[in-house]
């Protein structure tokens, strides 16, 4: 199995993530992420340290405290795949969280840096902005959780749902150089959900010099590492998609670089450029 595709562990529950990626596992510096599966009943209990937390309610419903603030039965969707935005909160860098599972959970741990700028907040379904991208096959559609606009430090997260026969992250676009105005460093997990669950999403990840490049077959459940190059994924016909990205760099803004190759992909036309173009 390629080192960019990290699996769950089916035997964790409770205080044991079901995945986990941790800046040391994936040999980068910024982006932490875990996924919990948490009975109706079960907690979850961490202090954030160093860290920013964005608490994702994937699926299911839950009670949340911070150190000074709370918020009971939160969620409203039961998968991912109801397609409406999900009920979050925001922790920031020395506090801490208590979930306690409601029904059935799914929880998404997204960690970053925090400098202790901001507040606990809930980031209701209300807050959150719903985006179209892309027309025809590369039509997707956007859950903006925690975008460059909204407070942190630097976390950027967000969700995306590409139906049976369509492509996101689409044309492959890159962010991995510190080179602002013209783009950003930021490393980015993928998790993803496959709807049938016997299915799979295709990701290939590469580089202009093709020192990284590999094509993945990806599973229900499962987490990519994109450390760089570009990243485009494809659903197969028969099967819809979901991905929540974790995104985190040396600064909290998404600016991202086009493949020359398939930049004609992303202007207004129909028809591939020819040789003399």
Not at 64 to 71: D, G, L, M, V
Not at 126 to 151: C, K, M, Y
Not at 195 to 213: C, H, I, M, N
Request: proline share 9%; with cysteine; net charge negative.
């Amino acid at each position: 199995m390629s080192k960019l595709i990290v699996s769950p562990d089916s035997q964790r529950s409770g205080n044991h993530p079901a995945l986990s990626v941790t800046p040391e596992s994936a040999g980068w510096t910024y982006v932490g992420f875990e996924v919990y599966r948490l009975s109706p009943g079960e907690t979850l209990s961490q202090s954030t340290d160093g860290n920013e937390v964005c608490l994702v309610l994937l699926s299911g419903r839950a009670d949340i405290a911070t150190a000074n603030a709370s918020w009971l039965n939160i969620g409203q969707r039961m998968s991912v795949f109801e397609q409406i935005p999900p009920y979050s909160v925001y922790v920031p860098n020395d506090n801490r969280f208590k979930v306690t599972a409601v029904t059935e959970l799914e929880l998404a741990v997204c960690k970053a840096p925090g400098h202790g700028n901001h507040d606990a907040r809930l980031i209701a379904p209300s807050d959150v902005g719903v985006e179209v991208r892309g027309e025809g096959t590369t039509q997707r559609f956007i859950h903006n959780i925690l975008p460059e606009q909204e407070p942190a430090d630097s976390l950027l997260v967000v969700e995306v749902f590409t139906p049976q026969g369509h492509w996101s992250s689409y044309p492959p676009h890159k962010h991995d150089r510190d080179d602002l105005p013209n783009e950003s460093l930021l490393e980015e997990t993928y998790y993803f959900h496959v709807k049938p669950e016997q299915g799979f999403a295709v990701q290939r990840v590469y580089t202009d010099d093709r020192s990284l490049d590999e094509t993945l077959a990806v599973k229900d459940s499962e987490a990519v590492l994109v450390p760089k190059g570009y990243h485009p994924v494809s659903a197969p016909p028969g099967y819809d998609v979901y991905y929540l990205n974790v995104m985190a760099g040396p600064t909290r803004i998404w600016k991202f670089h086009n493949d020359p190759d398939h930049e004609w992909l992303a202007q207004p036309r129909t028809t591939a450029p020819t040789e003399s173009e």
